[in-house]
């Protein structure tokens, strides 16, 4: 089974390090996915089953939480995934027009993917960062201050293949 | 020991009535006893509670007390002063205490009923004229009871999948479902078989299999049983037959020991399902799909309608039981050969022929495979207990026949009455059948009735009254469903017929045959077949029954009685 | 920093030079309160936090010290602590500065909580969209470990102890103490009923556990450093110590506060800290607590009875900042975040906006949330979208009212207050758009100029 899974050597070996952090076994199994996820951009049903079988659980009892959390996800997404928060404070200052401005320039619809498959653009709910509203977050990294000018800059790098890190990582 | 009982119970109330309960127990329960309906969907009796519907909302009201001493505030007219709090409690979660109150129809608890009624109906499809859940459906029930009467949602309703196979008997309607998990928790909890769960979420939850596994354990059709509404339905009685026009009539399913009490429905002498029967002592609400097949029995191909003499069909029955007495009458050497799936009164008449006939050897088919450990016992006879408490055999019966086989090999045999059971399929051989006379009393056609000279045609389970001894002792009755198929004999008329053969004259009403066994068997002693309570009646066996090595393991309220250290 | 600010959770954050890592905090002073603690009793810290006063930073607003009082010892089982790092509730970003900017001020926090309540075993859960977050706790984790500052027989006191973070996935519902904890436990995070499963005797894992907020955790720490009385001091009584508000909307300047209780009103707040309002623009509405909080007008006018039985008639901008001061107007001040609407905001589209929200969130379990809130979300997009009837002001408000009080968790009310409120406080607004799109008039858009899409 791991051979179909096809893990990088540092996502088994992180695997093996946090499932004995915890008490019951079954609590590992969030950490599992987020790791799957980021190895493989998505879980996968045999990643589904490999993670029950990993922790000792049938296969549904992972299954509902890939279906539940709207970060997991169970199909392949753009190599970018544009996360615009839609939630109050940045709607306030023209979060949808940052999303349709971003939707535009990656030519993607809401939820969806750009036509080549490389950019997936989407809302997201609060990003607790509602004072530098509006706010996007390519991948890991948070983007602030989100205006149409500075969604256009994004998406231009992100075109060029040159994300600029926003974060603090 | 009844009255110690009683001393433990509490006082609660219900709308103002008073009830005397365990404490502990939860208020829909307390609330039934007080003759009270908490209309509910999600809650249980027999699963985890889940306090998701919210249906069961009631105000509460608690006894108030002087926080110093501890002692209860009384108002002016000297009763204990209630504190009832604003916020309504779900009777589901609300355990029973001293003095506990709860209003089941005050202005809030209706409101509440009302509000969680409208919410559930806001995305339920309006199918009722073709949903098969019709006339047994909560929704429609407490929608006429606790609904507004007209809609106020005018938005578009959620689209979820519809007609989903769960698995070969289990058919899913999401969007009738109302997600009260009950389904769910059932697998985990009682069947062990996790495959159902939730995915997505908010009012776009869904109710899956995890896709490529299917709901297709033994229980499977407990999901169907327990779903309130008619997002689960049973492939098998799917638009067959609206239930409001179905017979209920009371049983025990034959699958095994176990004795799972059943509800056979039945319209116009046909059979169209079965279900659990409510047993907290046997098998909870709880029955396996696989005994929920055996009404199949009674309209099967090979099924015998007709007595058979010397391989000639007769519609005289009478003339055929005399033919069979003739053949046990004389110098025969008779083997009986009763069966553990006849009731308690046809082996005691059995018994009883076979004790006139000077049978040589009596014996009984052993059926034993693996228990599931839940309703499926060891035993796949459901009165092996019978034969023992009757005296037609003394020890646990083998599944081969071998006394048998010997005695037919050593000549000591000559005929056998086979009741029931196919003699080869018990382990005689062709060659041992062809050196016997063969009479036959049953319901199916088998290689035994093929050789037998006389054929009596029998009753299904569903075709008479009787009872059964389960793996408990525990006397169990079965009432008749449905009119005899088999030409007008039930299976104490062919054996009283024969008995009347041998100058014996006993009444094959089931009260008389009772009569006489209570009179006569120690075990039974003031027991009549109308006193056995549809909960059944444990039995008191004399030890040397009691301590057989019984096959059975444990399983649903049956524990193995234990190996005994028998050296002193 | 207004010279009205008193910050003690954020003191060193934001200023030049204080990084995030354990040399600097080491530099601070910090671990030094930690190895204090250590020589104390653990009953002896509770002691102190129960006599600070100090309320639970998370939304509810629940005394710290008596939630700790109600941990089961006796069961003999394990007991845990678990943080609420899931900074959910929309309008709130303190968690995130103290997270990012000053992680082992909350590991600190957190250890002094854990020995005091005999945890050996403690989780941050953090929310999933702090990927950079959960880095740095990681990190900082990992150098107090280093110090021995946590993990086994800490500085040689045989006390042990691990803390382990957590990510969450983007659910709102894990914010919730009891869906955080079955999230925690690997399953969906369906909030539990309550009775039976109160976390302090059957929480994670059926075990006695404390679950509290980012904010409240670091309190402890500076609880434990002054002492419950002193601390007490801080603020005004009922409302101890400081709190942080998350201001965000249309003001000119944004951002996070630290204040005593009590210390300013909202209108010194939104005017004199936060510079106003845009110019040409007028305050319209603030919502005093996050989104799920009852919605303010900013016209109104307060009246009622306080506790010492002086009579008041406040002003919005009159409006005392901490619990109390904020409760007097019917509101809450629930996890400190304020949010500032003026005269552009179309009140129809801005609850759609929060209704969509809360609807999202419902994780689904229990039926008043789950069907009321989607369908609240429906009647109010359709409004937003040219189609609102005059009758569905009244239907707002009676689907909402059948939802707050009898679901299983406090998210009923979240999705239930916000619609209450905006209907009874904006009423007129709600019947304009009605009568204006039955009128083929515009989109209904009541007059408002320049109106930013919200939903």
């Known amino acids: 089974m791991e051979d179909v899974m096809n893990l990088k050597k540092e996502t088994l070996q992180k695997i093996d390090e946090v499932i004995p952090r915890y008490p019951e076994k079954r609590s590992a199994v969030l950490p599992l996915l987020h790791l799957v996820q980021e190895d493989q951009g998505f879980v996968s049903r045999d990643a589904t089953e490999w993670i029950a079988e990993k922790l000792g659980l049938k296969p549904i009892n992972v299954w509902e939480l890939v279906r539940f959390y709207p970060m997991l996800r169970d199909k392949p997404v753009g190599k970018k995934v544009v996360r615009v928060c839609r939630t109050l404070s940045c709607a306030l200052q023209g979060s949808y027009k940052t999303c349709k401005t971003l939707r535009d320039a990656f030519d993607c619809k809401l939820d969806g993917n750009s036509p080549d498959g ?36 994004i998406a231009g790098e992100i075109l060029n293949g040159q994300p600029k890190q926003g974060g603090s990582a | 020991m009844n009255d110690d009982k009683k001393q433990e119970l509490i006082t609660v109330y219900v709308d103002d009535r008073e009830v005397r309960v365990p404490p502990g127990t939860n208020m829909i329960e307390a609330a039934a006893k007080a003759g009270i309906e908490v209309p509910h969907y999600c809650y249980h009796p027999k699963l985890s509670v889940a306090g998701n519907c919210r249906m069961c909302m009631v105000e509460l009201g608690m006894p108030e007390k002087d926080r110093a001493t501890g002692k209860p505030v009384l108002d002016n007219e000297g009763n204990q002063k209630v504190m009832w709090i604003p916020k309504p409690a779900i009777a589901c979660a609300t355990k029973a205490m001293p003095g506990i109150r709860i209003k089941t129809k005050s202005d809030l608890a209706r409101s509440c009923q009302e509000g969680v009624m409208e919410f559930l109906l806001v995305n339920h499809p309006l199918d009722c004229p073709i949903c098969d859940q019709a006339g047994e459906c909560r929704l429609q029930e407490f929608a006429t009871d606790y609904g507004r009467g007209y809609s106020r949602f005018v938005e578009e309703k959620n689209v979820k999948p519809k007609r989903t196979l769960l698995g070969p008997r289990v058919m899913l309607d999401d969007e009738r479902c109302i997600l009260c998990s009950r389904c769910v928790r059932f697998c985990q909890e009682i069947a062990d078989d996790d495959v159902l769960g939730f995915v997505d979420r908010g009012s776009y939850t869904t109710l899956t299999c995890y896709p490529g596994k299917q709901l297709e354990n033994n229980y499977s059709l407990n999901t169907v049983d327990i779903c309130p509404v008619g997002a689960l339905t049973s492939t098998d009685f799917r638009f067959k037959m609206r239930p409001w026009f179905l017979r209920e009539t009371h049983s025990i399913c034959t699958e095994s020991s176990v004795g799972v009490n059943t509800v056979v429905s039945s319209r116009e002498g046909k059979i169209h399902r079965i279900t659990p029967r409510r047993n907290d002592e046997v098998n909870d609400t709880w029955m396996a799909d696989s005994g929920r097949e055996l009404y199949k029995q009674v309209e099967a191909k090979h099924r015998l309608l007709k007595a058979v003499v010397d391989s000639f069909e007769t519609d005289n029955v009478g003339g055929a039981i005399r033919e069979a007495a003739d053949l046990l009458k004389g110098e025969r050497k008779i083997a009986f050969v ?59 019966p083998e599944a081969e026949l071998s006394d048998l086989e010997d005695a037919i090999d050593k000549e000591e045999i000559d005929t056998v009455v086979a009741y029931n059971e196919d003699l080869s399929a018990a382990g005689i051989s062709e060659q ?52 005899g198929r088999a030409e007008g004999q039930d299976d104490r008329r062919i054996l009283a017929g024969m008995l009347a053969e041998f100058g014996v004259l006993v009444s ?30 444990l039995l008191d066996p004399p030890s040397h029954l009691r301590d057989l090595r019984y096959p059975e393991g444990g399983s649903l309220h049956y524990e193995p009685a234990k190996e005994e250290a028998s050296v002193t | 920093m207004s010279a009205k600010e008193r910050r003690i959770i954020l003191k060193n954050i934001d200023q030049h030079g204080y990084g995030n890592d354990i040399d600097t905090y080491l530099e601070h002073g910090g671990y030094e309160i930690w190895k204090k603690a250590l020589q104390r009793k653990p009953e002896e810290l509770r002691e102190e936090v129960k006599r600070s006063g100090v309320r639970g930073r998370g939304g509810a607003g629940f005394p710290a010290g008596m939630k700790w009082s109600f941990l089961d010892f006796k069961s003999g089982k394990p007991v845990y602590l678990v943080c609420n790092a899931d900074e959910s509730e929309p309008g709130t970003f303190k968690d995130r500065q103290i997270i990012y900017k000053d992680p082992h001020q909350l590991i600190e926090g957190m250890l002094i909580s854990a020995y005091a309540i005999t945890a050996k075993l403690a989780f941050i859960y953090i929310r999933g969209e702090f990927p950079d977050g959960a880095r740095i706790l990681e990190r900082a984790i990992e150098e107090a470990r280093s110090k021995n500052f946590l993990g086994k027989d800490i500085l040689g006191t045989g006390f042990s102890c ?58 402890v720490k500076h609880i434990a450093e002054m002492g419950g009385e002193e601390y007490a001091k801080i603020g005004r009584p009922g409302n101890t110590g400081t709190r942080i508000w998350c201001v965000s909307g249309h003001v000119r300047k944004p951002g996070y506060y630290e204040f005593e209780g009590g210390a300013l009103t909202l209108g010194e707040l939104i005017y004199d800290i936060c510079g106003g309002l845009h110019p040409g623009r007028k305050l319209k509405a603030v919502i005093p607590g996050g989104s799920s909080m009852k919605i303010l007008r900013a016209d109104e006018r307060f009246k009622g009875t306080d506790r010492e039985g002086n009579n008041f008639d406040f002003a919005l901008e009159d409006l005392i900042l901490d619990f109390d001061g904020i409760a007097v107007s019917g509101s809450l001040s629930g996890s400190g975040g304020i949010i500032v609407m003026d005269d552009t905001t179309d009140m129809v589209d801005a609850l759609a906006n929060v209704s969509a929200f809360y609807a999202h969130e419902s994780c689904g379990q229990c039926t008043p949330c789950r069907e009321g809130s989607l369908w609240l979300k429906k009647i109010l997009h359709r409004m937003s979208h040219g189609q609102a009837r005059l009758e569905d002001v009244d239907l707002l ?23 209450q409120s905006y209907v009874a406080k904006f009423r007129d607004e709600f019947i304009a758009k009605a009568e204006n799109q039955a009128a083929g008039r515009t989109n209904g858009d009541g007059g408002i100029s320049d109106r930013v899409q919200l939903v």
């Open chain 2, 338 to 396: 009763g069966s553990g799936r006849s009731s308690v009164e046809e082996q005691f008449l059995f018994k009883k022929l076979a004790d006139q006939a000077g049978a040589r050897l009596t014996a009984l088919v052993g059926r034993v495979a693996e228990g599931d450990g839940l309703l499926i016992s060891a035993d796949r006879n459901p009165n092996v207990r019978g034969a023992l408490v009757t005296g037609l055999i003394n020890e646990l």
């Open chain 3, 162 to 219: 691990e803390i382990h973070v957590h990510r969450g996935a983007g659910a709102y519902i894990c914010g919730e103490e009891t869906g955080l904890i079955e999230s925690l436990e690997g399953k969906r995070p369906y909030p539990r009923i309550k009775p039976p499963y109160f976390p302090a005797a059957l929480g994670l894992y059926m075990c006695p556990t404390i679950v509290n907020n980012v904010e409240t955790l670091c309190n």
């Open chain 2, 508 to 537: 094959p009403e089931i009260d008389d045959v009772w009569a006489e066994m209570s009179e006569t068997i120690e075990t039974f002693r003031d027991i009549g077949f109308m006193k056995i309570p549809s909960t059944g009646l």
């Open chain 1, 118 to 153: 490389a950019v997936t653009v989407e809302f997201a709910e609060c990003l607790a960062s509602c004072h530098t509203a509006p706010v996007v977050m390519v991948d890991d990294d948070l983007h602030e201050h989100v205006d149409e000018e500075k969604a256009k800059k």
């Open chain 3, 397 to 419: 408000k009676s689907v909402a009212d059948q939802i707050p009080g009898r679901t299983i968790c406090a998210l009923g009310e979240a999705a239930a207050w916000p619609v």
């Open chain 2, 432 to 483: 041992q059948l062809a050196k016997v006379t063969i009479i036959y009393v049953g319901t199916h056609f088998n290689e035994t009735s093929a050789r037998a000279r006389v054929v009596l045609p029998a009753s299904t389970v569903f075709e008479k009254n009787g009872s059964f001894i389960n793996q408990q002792y525990r006397l169990q009755k079965f009432l008749q469903a449905v009119p």
